[in-house]
C-alpha cells in the first residue's frame, strides 16, 4: 500500500521535475508529449522545441537521476546486509575510488574519446572491477569469504586510489575542472542509450536481490548461523556481492561517483519499514530514485544557467534529514 | 544411529583440537557435551552439523555422510543453536521465527497460509505472540534465548545441537529450558547439548560425553560417566558425587583442588594414621580437610550421611548395615585399626544403643585422641546417661585432649607433623 503511495510519488515527481527548467513548459504539454509518444496522439499543442527539450534532455536526464538513485539505494541494502553493518555504503569496498582513478588517469593522457562517448563508462567500469577482483581474491580464507578482510581490503584500496586520484589532480591544472565534475558525480548530458543500459543492468539486479533478501536477513546472525538455518552462506554471500559491484560500478560509470543515497536511503527505509530485505530491496529502490530525482533538479536549477554536481546536493540534503530522523527517533524512545 | 560420527580428528593448523572420535546418537536421549574449557566441545558441535569439516573421519547423518549432503538438506535434518546471538539489524521476534521457515519455503514461492499457521503454533509454544512485533534488540537475554530456540525449532529438524544454551540464564529459566528439551526428547528429537554446568548436565541429560584435550573419556549413562574418578580426570578437582534426594538425580560438590600426588605419598613415609570416629554428618566438615593423612573412619551404619562422605573421599571405613547395633566383628575391626593409628578423633556426634560400642573402645585405648566437643555431652546422650559416665572418664584420661573449634583442631593435627 505504501509502496503503491510512494510509486505514485515518483510518477508525479517525473512530471513536475520535466515542467521545471530554465525554459517553462506546462503540465498539460509534457503530459501530452509522452502520450504521443507511447502511442495515444491527441493533437500537437506544443512546439518542436518543447518537444525536443522534453523528449531529448530533459526525460532522459530525469529518469536516469530516478534509475541511478534506485540502483544505489539497492546496492546500499546489499552492502549493508552484506557487511552486516549500517554504516556502509556500496563504496566502501573502493568501486567509486578506482573508478575515479581510473577516469582520471584517462583524462590526464588523452585518451578520453579514444572509444567515443563511451571510453569514459567502460574505463570506470573495468577498473572498478579490477579493484573488486584483486579485493574478492585477498578475502578469501580457507572456509570462507572473510567479509573483515573484504572491508579492510577495500578501505586500503580506497585510499590507495583516492591518493592516486589526488596525485593526478595536483599535476593537471588544466583538466582539473572536468576530472572533478565526473568525480562529484552527475547527471549532464545523460542519452538515451545511457539509460537503457543503466535500466538493462538495474532491474534485473533489483529483482535478484530481492529473492536473495531473506538470505541477506538470515545471514545478520552470522555466516554459521546462517548455514545451520539451512543458507548456502558462499554462493549467496558471492551471488549478493557481484550485484551489488555490478549495479554501483554501472551507476558510478555513467553519473560518477554520487555520495550518500547508498548510505541514507537503506538507513531511511529501514526506519520506516523495518530491516527485512525484501520491503527494504523495494522501497530504497524507489526511495533512491526519488532521492535523486529532487537533488539533480536542485542541482540543475538553483543558481542556472550553471550546474552544481548532483553529488553535493546529496550530502547536503539527506546529511541534515537524517539527523533529523534521528532525533525524532531518540525522542518516540525507539532509540537508546 | 540417526546421527555418529566416525574416527573423528579435527586440526587448527597445527593443532590437534579433536583427536579420534566415534560417537552414536539415538533417539529418546538428551546428550550433554562435558569437558574443560578448550577440551574441543564446540568443535566437535560444529563438526557434528557440518558447519567444520573435518579431513579425518566423517559425520553421518541417517547414513548419508554429511560432507556430500547439500546445506539445506543438513538444515531440515539438524537445527543448530550457537554460543552467542548478536544481531546488528533489529528484526522482530515474528521475522527471526519466520527465519527457521527457510529451507521450507522456496526462494521464489510466496509464504502459504499453512507456513503462517506453522509460525503462529511456535510462537505460541514459546509464549512469545504478545511479543511477535518486538524488535529482538529490545528483549531480555532469556528472551532473546527463547527466540533463537524458536527459530531452531521452526526448521522441524529431527536433531538440534545447542552450544551452550544456559549460559546467560537464570536459574529459574535453566530448569525450565532443561525441561523444554526433555519435552523434546520424549517428542522423539535427539537433542545434544555442550555444556559446562556438571550439575545441570547430571540433572537432566541422561547421556554424557566427556571431553578432555580433544579425546572421548568417557560416554554413557550419567550414573556411570558421572564419577568421582571422572571428573578428576577431567577437570583436575576433588568432588563428591551425591544422589539428590528430591529428584533422585545426581549432583556433585567441588570441594578442594587436588595437589599433585607427588606432595601426598612418594617423598612422604611418615604420613599420619587418622582415625575419626562418625555419625550423622557430625565430621563433615572434619573428613574433606584430612586428605593429606591416612585415613579411616568409623564405626559407622551405611547410608550415614558420614558413611557416603567417606566413601566418596575414598577413606577406609568400618562399617555397619543401616540402624543395627555394632557388631563383634566390627569392634574387632576397629580394635585392629586402632592399635596403629597416631591420632583418634571423636567427632561430635550423638550417642545412642547403636553406636554406644565406639565410646567404649575408645576408652579402652591408650592412643591420643582428641575429643571434639561442639555441644555437652548431655545434649547428645541418648542412652540415660551410659554415654556421659564413659565419655567424662574418658575426658578426664591424660591422652586424651578436648577442643571446641575446627580451627584448634586442625592446627593440632598440623603441629603433630613436628
Known amino acids: ?336 | 544411529m540417526p546421527i555418529e560420527c566416525e574416527n573423528i580428528s579435527f586440526k587448527y593448523w597445527t593443532k590437534l583440537v579433536l583427536d579420534d572420535i566415534s560417537l552414536q546418537f539415538g533417539k529418546g536421549h538428551l546428550y550433554g557435551i562435558l569437558g574443560p574449557n578448550g577440551s574441543g566441545k564446540t568443535t566437535l558441535l560444529r563438526i557434528l552439523c557440518g558447519i567444520l569439516k573435518s579431513k579425518y573421519g566423517q559425520v553421518v547423518v541417517d547414513e548419508f555422510n554429511i560432507k556430500k549432503m547439500k546445506i539445506s538438506d543438513i538444515a531440515k535434518k539438524i537445527a543448530v543453536v550457537e554460543q552467542s546471538t548478536s544481531i546488528d539489524f533489529d528484526y522482530s521476534v515474528k521475522e527471526i521465527v519466520r527465519m527457521g521457515r527457510y529451507t521450507h519455503v522456496g526462494r521464489f514461492s510466496k509464504e502459504t497460509s499453512e507456513e503462517k499457521k506453522i509460525i503462529n503454533e511456535i510462537l505460541e509454544q514459546f509464549n512469545l505472540s504478545e511479543l511477535e512485533n518486538r524488535g529482538f534488540n529490545t528483549l531480555s537475554g532469556g528472551e532473546q534465548q527463547k527466540v533463537i530456540i524458536a527459530r531452531a525449532i521452526a526448521q522441524q529438524s529431527k536433531i538440534l545441537l545447542l552450544d551452550e544454551p544456559t549460559t546467560h540464564l537464570d536459574l529459574n529459566y535453566q530448569i525450565e529450558f532443561m525441561e523444554r528439551l526433555r519435552k523434546y526428547v520424549n517428542d522423539g528429537i535427539i537433542v545434544i547439548i555442550v555444556i559446562h554446568d556438571v550439575n545441570l548436565a547430571t540433572q537432566f541429560c541422561d547421556k554424557i560425553v566427556l571431553l578432555k584435550e580433544g579425546c572421548v573419556i568417557a560416554f554413557g549413562n550419567r550414573e556411570e560417566i558421572i564419577t568421582r574418578k571422572n571428573l578428576k580426570l577431567i577437570y583436575n578437582i576433588d568432588v563428591i558425587v551425591r544422589k539428590n534426594p528430591f529428584s533422585n538425580s545426581l549432583y556433585i560438590i567441588p570441594h578442594k583442588i587436588e595437589f599433585p600426588t607427588s606432595m601426598r605419598y612418594n617423598n612422604n613415609f611418615n604420613i599420619k594414621k587418622i582415625h575419626v570416629v562418625a555419625g550423622g554428618g557430625a565430621a563433615s566438615k572434619i573428613l574433606p580437610k584430612l586428605n593429606d593423612y591416612d585415613i579411616s573412619v568409623g564405626i559407622v551404619n551405611v547410608l550415614d550421611d558420614d558413611y557416603i562422605l567417606a566413601n566418596e573421599l575414598n577413606y577406609r571405613i568400618i562399617s555397619e548395615a543401616p540402624f543395627s547395633p555394632i557388631t563383634n566383628n566390627s569392634s574387632e575391626a576397629l580394635k585392629t585399626i586402632l592399635k596403629n593409628v597416631d591420632l583418634i578423633i571423636l567427632a561430635n556426634i550423638p550417642f545412642g544403643i547403636t553406636n554406644l560400642k565406639n565410646l567404649e573402645i575408645l576408652n579402652d585405648s591408650n592412643k591420643k585422641i582428641v575429643l571434639f566437643e561442639r555441644n555437652p555431652i548431655e545434649d547428645r546422650d541418648f542412652t540415660e546417661g551410659i554415654a556421659t559416665t564413659i565419655y567424662n572418664n574418658l575426658k578426664s584420661k591424660s591422652n586424651v585432649k578436648t577442643i571446641n573449634n575446627l580451627h584448634d583442631l586442625f592446627n593440632f593435627i598440623e603441629s603433630m607433623e613436628e
Not at chain 1, 39 to 47: A, N
Not at chain 1, 184 to 201: H, K, N, P, R, T
Not at chain 1, 239 to 259: D, Q
Open chain 1, 1 to 336: 500500500m505504501v509502496l503503491i503511495f510512494i510509486f505514485f510519488f515518483l510518477f508525479l515527481s517525473i512530471i513536475i521535475a520535466l515542467s521545471i527548467g530554465s525554459v517553462q513548459i506546462e503540465f498539460f504539454k509534457i503530459i501530452a508529449i509522452i502520450l504521443d509518444q507511447i502511442g495515444f496522439p491527441i493533437g500537437t499543442v506544443w512546439t518542436s522545441g518543447e518537444q525536443v527539450i522534453i523528449l531529448e534532455l530533459r526525460l532522459p536526464r530525469v529518469l536516469m537521476s530516478v534509475v541511478v538513485g534506485a540502483m544505489l539505494g539497492v546496492a546500499g541494502v546489499a552492502a549493508q546486509g552484506l557487511f552486516r553493518n549500517p554504516i556502509v555504503d556500496p563504496y566502501i569496498i573502493g568501486i567509486a575510488s578506482a573508478a575515479g582513478c581510473g577516469v582520471s588517469l584517462c583524462v590526464v593522457l588523452g585518451f578520453a574519446s579514444l572509444l567515443g562517448l563511451f571510453t569514459i563508462p567502460l574505463v570506470s567500469f573495468l577498473f572498478a572491477m579490477l579493484a573488486i577482483i584483486v579485493i574478492y581474491k585477498l578475502s578469501q580464507t580457507r572456509y570462507r569469504m572473510s567479509m573483515t578482510v573484504l572491508l579492510l581490503a577495500g578501505i586500503a584500496f580506497s585510499f590507495f586510489f583516492s591518493a592516486f586520484t589526488s596525485f593526478i589532480l595536483y599535476f593537471s591544472e588544466d583538466k582539473v575542472h572536468y576530472i572533478l565534475s565526473y568525480l562529484m558525480g552527475s547527471f549532464w548530458g545523460a542519452s538515451w542509450v545511457d539509460l537503457y543500459i543503466v535500466f538493462i543492468v538495474m532491474v534485473p539486479g533489483t529483482i535478484i536481490l530481492y529473492f536473495y533478501g531473506r538470505d541477506l536477513n538470515i545471514m545478520v546472525f552470522g555466516d554459521d548461523n546462517a548455514q545451520s538455518i539451512g543458507v548456502n552462506v558462499e554462493q549467496s554471500k558471492r551471488i549478493i556481492l557481484i550485484i551489488m559491484t555490478l549495479l554501483t560500478s554501472t551507476a558510478v560509470a555513467f553519473c560518477g561517483s554520487i555520495g550518500f543515497v547508498g548510505l541514507i536511503i537503506p538507513h531511511f527505509m529501514r526506519l520506516l519499514v523495518g530491516s527485512d530485505n525484501r520491503k527494504l530491496v523495494p522501497y530504497s529502490a524507489v526511495g533512491g530514485g526519488l532521492l535523486l530525482l529532487w537533488a539533480d533538479v536542485l542541482a540543475r536549477n538553483l543558481i542556472s544557467p550553471l550546474e552544481i554536481p548532483v553529488g553535493i546536493f546529496t550530502a547536503l540534503l539527506g546529511g541534515p534529514f537524517f539527523v533529523y530522523l534521528v532525533v525524532q527517533k531518540k525522542k518516540s524512545g525507539e532509540l537508546m
